[in-house]
C-alpha cells in the first residue's frame, strides 16, 4: 500500500509539537499558519482520527496523537539518514568523518591510521573525540560519532572486536608503595593518592573507582595523569598500551599488587553501518587491519621472550 501520508505532513505534525504551536511550526518551517494548519487536518481526515486536542488556548497531544508523534519522529529520522547516505554516496568519500575514541585506544597507532587513511582521501576531515567511559557511548547515542572505539557496545549498536588491553596499576619507582618491598594490599592503596581520568560521560558511574583512597587527584587528560605518575605523585591503574615507553624507561613500575590487573575489550562500532560512506568504511578496514597486525606483533614478541 502507497503511504497517504507525505513526510511534509509528518513535519507539519512534528513542527507543531516541537516549536510549541501552529504559529510557531510555520515560522520554523518558513511556511504560512495556513498551510501548517491545512496538513495536520489533512493527516487527521486521511487517517480518521484526532491528532490534537484544544486545552484552553493551546492544542495539545491526543495519545493516539502521542503514538503518531513518536512514530513521524524515527519516520523523519529515517528519511534523512537516507538523504545523508544518498548524499554521501553521490560525492564517494565523505567531507568529514566524526570518530569517537576511548583513551585507552594506544594514540600512537590511532595517528598512524589516520595518516594512512589521509593518503587515500586528502580531503575528509577527520572529527576525533577522545572520550573516557560512558563519554564514548553518549556519542554515538546522541549521534554525534559515526565511528567509535569503545569498552563496551551500547543497546542498539552492533560492535566487532577490535583488540584486548590490560590495565596494571603502577607507580614511580621511588613511589612509598614500591617502597614497602612486599606484596600490596588494597588498605596500602588507600593511604596513598590515586589518580583518575574523569569519566566523560554526563552520568558518570561511582562504581568505576574501585578504591577508596584517602586522597584523590581527578583529572580530564590522560597524558596528565601519566605525567603526574612519573613525577611521583601517586599511583593509578593504567593500560600497558599507554605507558610502554615508561615501563621500558624505568618512569613506571607495576605495584606488586597480586590479582589487580584488569583485563578489557575494545569494540569498533558504527552509528549506522547500513549508511556508513566510503570514507567511514576505509578507516573501518584500516583500524582492523593495522590493530590486527600490531596485536599480532606483539603476540609474536611476547613468545619469543619466554
Not at 167 to 192: I, K, M, S, Y
Request: hydrophobic share 45%.
Amino acid at each position: 500500500m502507497n503511504p497517504r501520508i507525505s513526510l511534509e505532513q509528518w513535519r507539519a505534525l512534528l513542527a507543531v509539537v516541537d516549536a510549541g504551536g501552529y504559529a510557531q511550526a510555520a515560522e520554523a518551517l518558513h511556511k504560512s499558519q495556513s498551510a501548517i494548519t491545512y496538513a495536520v487536518q489533512k493527516l487527521e481526515s486521511v487517517l480518521g482520527l484526532k491528532a490534537f486536542e484544544v486545552q484552553g488556548r493551546k492544542a495539545v497531544l491526543t495519545p493516539t496523537g502521542q503514538l503518531l508523534h513518536r512514530r513521524a519522529r524515527a519516520l523523519i529520522d529515517e528519511a534523512s539518514r537516507l538523504e545523508q547516505a544518498a548524499s554521501a554516496l553521490s560525492v564517494g568519500w565523505e567531507a568529514e568523518i566524526r570518530l569517537a575514541v576511548e583513551v585507552v585506544f594506544p594514540t600512537w597507532l590511532l595517528l598512524r591510521v589516520l595518516d594512512r587513511f589521509g593518503q587515500d582521501s586528502p580531503h575528509t576531515r577527520i572529527e576525533l573525540t577522545e572520550s573516557v567511559m560512558g563519554g564514548t557511548a553518549e556519542a554515538l547515542l546522541q549521534g554525534r560519532a559515526d565511528l567509535a572505539i569503545a569498552p563496551a557496545v551500547p543497546a542498539g549498536f552492533f560492535g566487532e572486536v577490535l583488540m584486548p588491553f590490560r590495565g596494571l596499576p603502577v607507580a614511580h619507582p621511588d613511589h612509598p608503595l614500591h617502597q614497602l618491598q612486599r606484596p600490596l594490599t588494597r588498605e596500602d592503596l588507600r593511604q596513598h593518592r590515586h589518580i583518575v581520568v574523569r569519566d566523560t560521560g554526563s552520568k558518570r558511574d561511582p562504581s568505576t573507582n574501585t578504591i577508596d583512597a584517602n586522597q584523590r587527584w581527578t583529572v580530564s587528560n590522560m597524558a596528565t595523569s601519566i605525567h603526574a605518575l612519573c613525577q611521583g605523585y601517586g599511583f593509578a591503574w593504567m593500560v600497558e598500551d599507554k605507558i610502554r615507553k615508561e615501563l621500558a624507561s624505568g618512569q613506571l613500575k607495576p605495584l606488586p599488587l597480586a590479582g589487580q590487573e584488569r583485563q578489557g575489550t575494545l569494540y569498533l562500532i558504527f552509528a549506522d553501518h547500513d549508511y556508513a560512506g566510503r570514507g567511514s568504511l576505509r578507516l573501518a578496514e584500516l583500524l582492523r587491519e593495522m590493530t590486527a597486525a600490531e596485536c599480532a606483533a606483539r603476540s609474536v614478541g611476547t613468545a619469543a621472550a619466554a
